[in-house]
Structures are given as structure tokens and as C-alpha cells.
């Protein structure tokens, strides 16, 4: 089995910038992808950005290209999502999520590992 860990959340103004983790754990051999997804209340769940576990081809929803940055740590099988130029309309819990197929990148029904969420608020 493999666990998702997530951490660096909290609440910024808009224009500011925060920086998630997500660090896994247990049979990572099987993974392929990670990814951030956030769910904001009310809404459906929604697709930020993925890479693949080897650290390679980062895919951004377009709401968030050009302000958010996935990347791969130095840290083995821990990803991370900068977030810069916040907008109110980022606010949401964020989830990390891993998958073992590379395919539909940020098709929520290919990650069958999921981590608790960490919030994310902008305000205004």
C-alpha cells in the first residue's frame, strides 16, 4: 500500500505565495504519476497539476498555467506545488494523489491513492 502525506497549507492575501509537499510512502514502486487536486466547497473536484513520478512532463490545468509549479524533490517520491500570484479563486482544500497508470492526466478516476488535504485560502 502507499500513503500520501501532505503538508504546507494556511491562508495568504492574494498576490501571495504558499508551497505544498506531498511526500509518499509504502510500494512506490508501483506509481507512475502525482498529482494536486483541490475541491473547493460546493464544487467538484478539480485537476491542478500532475508529473510523472520520474520527475518529467509537469501538466497544468489551464486555471492555474503560468502561477503554479509542480516539481519533483530532491527527497525520493515527494512532490511539491508552488504556488505564486494567489487568487481568492484558489482557495480550496488540496490534495495530493498518486497513481500506477500514466495515461488522462488529470482525470481523477486514474488516482487511486489519495492523501487527507491541507487548505488552501486567499483572501482578498
Known amino acids: 500500500q502507499v500513503q500520501l502525506v501532505e503538508s504546507g497549507g494556511g491562508s495568504v492575501q492574494a498576490g501571495g505565495s504558499l508551497r505544498l509537499s506531498c511526500a509518499a510512502s509504502?510500494?512506490?514502486?508501483?506509481?507512475?504519476?502525482m498529482a494536486w487536486f483541490r475541491q473547493a466547497p460546493g464544487k467538484e473536484r478539480e485537476g491542478v497539476a500532475t508529473?510523472?513520478?520520474?520527475?518529467?512532463?509537469?501538466y497544468y490545468a489551464d486555471s492555474v498555467k503560468g502561477r503554479f509549479t509542480i516539481s519533483q524533490e530532491k527527497a525520493k517520491n515527494t512532490i511539491a506545488l508552488q504556488m505564486n500570484s494567489l487568487k481568492p479563486e484558489d482557495t480550496a482544500m488540496y490534495y495530493c494523489a498518486a497513481s500506477p497508470l500514466m495515461t488522462t492526466p488529470l482525470n481523477h478516476y486514474t488516482y487511486n491513492v489519495w492523501g487527507q488535504g491541507t487548505q488552501v485560502t486567499v483572501s482578498s
Open positions: 508529473i510523472y513520478t520520474a520527475g518529467y512532463s509537469p
Open positions: 509504502g510500494n512506490t514502486v508501483t506509481l507512475r504519476r
